[in-house]
């Protein structure tokens, strides 16, 4: 971030004094932005346009320098000595006499800062409860306006001297208050409220410009709560363009500037005559061009042949009785055709749909149905006989007594179900019953002989 240092004795370390300023001035820069409070001597502008001064304490003092270019917008008024103001601005380091200022962008009176702080809090809170919001339509002509300031402050002489330009003697109340000191809120607030019971369509609230402290009881809550609670739109016009006060956020509408709240809230009388002229012009006109068409029209009549003969008017409305006669007679006959046409037709649907001709498509549709069914049962039948045949023929190969019609017998030992397989079991006198094909042989046993005893 720095240079590398020059040192006067490699041996010792030593920095050059570039290299030490460079260091505080990179300590001092990184505090930023700082507000320091202090008592104001030796303020004094030069030739420039620059304003030296320092800011002291009863242990230290710092010198600060205000900028030509930023004068106008640092200071609201002159530095006094012994002042107790607070200075906004950063820290520069002078490295050619090796001392350190404050580069001041603004200055207010000591205590500012709090009270600002308290108005942010207001703001904040009014801003919950909608008082920020409300916006109600300012009237184009107001019956009477009413004007809270000072009577023998500069804002009302503006706001005069705009009412004389734009409409002489136009209807305006005053409402005289103190607008800056001790008890300068509680005052406003008192106008407000005796201006609007006094019968106005739109109450202004104004005053000139001033620094923050001339312009505070435009941000006490009592002049807000009295804008708030007034049954008629308010205007604002506190301060100049760059002044924004509590009064100017609670307000239905805000002025920059005095003459900009007179400007608002008084018509323009010359615009207005100027527009009814340009409206006298174009009713003129219009009522011309009436007046032509109607004339036209007359003009046309007087000459038209129903004026001048009554009889070609009896003419024209036999002409067209007959036209409609004609017209009559020709749809009386064609809807006699047509009420015709559709008669025969619903004759013939009525023939096609009698019970008779019902009957005989329906015994056609039957004696159909009974050939098909007739069929269908003899082909069902047939079928089911071949079947059973087939299916005798499997059972017939299949039954034991077919095995016995080919000279197959089926031998049982007397008072057993088993038939005899083998010799195993039979003894010589058992009794045997041997079925054959169309009955049974009883017979005893001689003889036992196995196979592998012969």
Same mark, same amino acid.
Not at 65 to 76: G, H, K, N, P, Q
């Given at each position: ?234 205007? @604002? ?208 046993? @001689? ?8």
């Amino acid at each position: 971030m720095f240079d590398t240092p020059v040192r006067g004795n490699a041996a010792q370390g030593a920095w050059s004094v570039s290299y030490l300023t460079q260091r505080i001035r990179g300590a001092l820069e990184g505090l930023g932005r700082v507000a320091v409070e202090g008592e104001v001597s030796g303020g004094r502008p030069v030739a420039s346009g620059h304003i030296y001064f320092d800011l002291k304490d009863i242990d230290a003092q710092v010198a600060c320098v205000i900028w030509r270019s930023a004068a106008a917008t640092a200071l609201r008024q002159p530095l006094r000595e012994g002042d107790k103001v607070v200075v906004h601005g950063k820290l520069e380091v002078y490295g050619q006499r090796g001392r350190y200022q404050i580069i001041v962008q603004r200055v207010e009176p000591a205590g500012l800062g709090s009270l600002l702080a308290q108005l942010e809090r207001l703001k904040v809170d009014l801003k919950a409860r909608g008082w920020l919001d409300r916006r109600r339509p300012v009237p184009q002509m107001p019956r009477r306006v009413g004007v809270v300031t000072s009577r023998d402050g500069a804002a009302f002489q503006d706001f005069l001297r705009t009412r004389t330009l734009r409409w002489p003697l136009y209807p305006v109340v005053l409402a005289h208050t103190s607008v800056q000191g001790a008890g300068a809120a509680a005052s406003v607030a008192a106008a407000i409220r005796r201006v609007a019971a006094s019968g106005v369509d739109i109450v202004v609230v104004t005053r000139g410009g001033g620094s923050v402290e001339d312009l505070w009881a435009f941000n006490e809550l009592a002049v807000a709560e009295a804008i708030w609670e007034c049954p008629v739109p308010v205007v @604002s016009g506190v301060g100049h363009e760059t002044d924004t006060t509590l009064c100017d956020l609670v307000a239905d509408r805000r002025a920059h500037t005095p003459t900009d709240a007179a400007t608002q809230v008084i018509p323009d009388r010359h615009a207005l005559v100027d527009g009814l002229e340009r409206l006298e012009g174009h009713l003129a006109e219009a009522l011309t061009a009436q007046l032509d068409a109607r004339r036209e029209r007359i003009e046309r009549a007087a000459n038209s042949s129903v004026l001048r003969s009554a009889r070609g008017l009896l003419d024209a409305r036999r002409e067209r009785l007959g036209q409609l006669e004609r017209v009559l007679s020709a749809s009386v006959r064609g809807l006699g055709a047509r009420a015709a046409t559709g008669l025969a037709d619903l004759r013939r649907r009525l023939e096609r749909r009698s019970p008779a001709a019902e009957l005989a498509r329906r015994s056609s549709r039957v004696d159909v149905a009974r050939a098909h069914l007739r069929a269908g049962v003899a082909k069902a039948l047939e079928g089911g006989r071949r079947d059973i045949e087939a299916i005798a023929d499997r059972l017939a190969a299949l039954s034991p007594l077919g095995v016995l019609a080919r000279g197959y017998s089926i031998t049982y030992v007397e008072g057993r179900s088993e038939p005899v397989t083998g010799v195993e079991g039979i003894s010589v006198g058992a009794k045997l019953r041997t079925r054959v094909v169309d009955g049974e042989i009883a017979s005893g046993v @001689s003889e036992v002989a196995p196979l592998e005893n012969r």
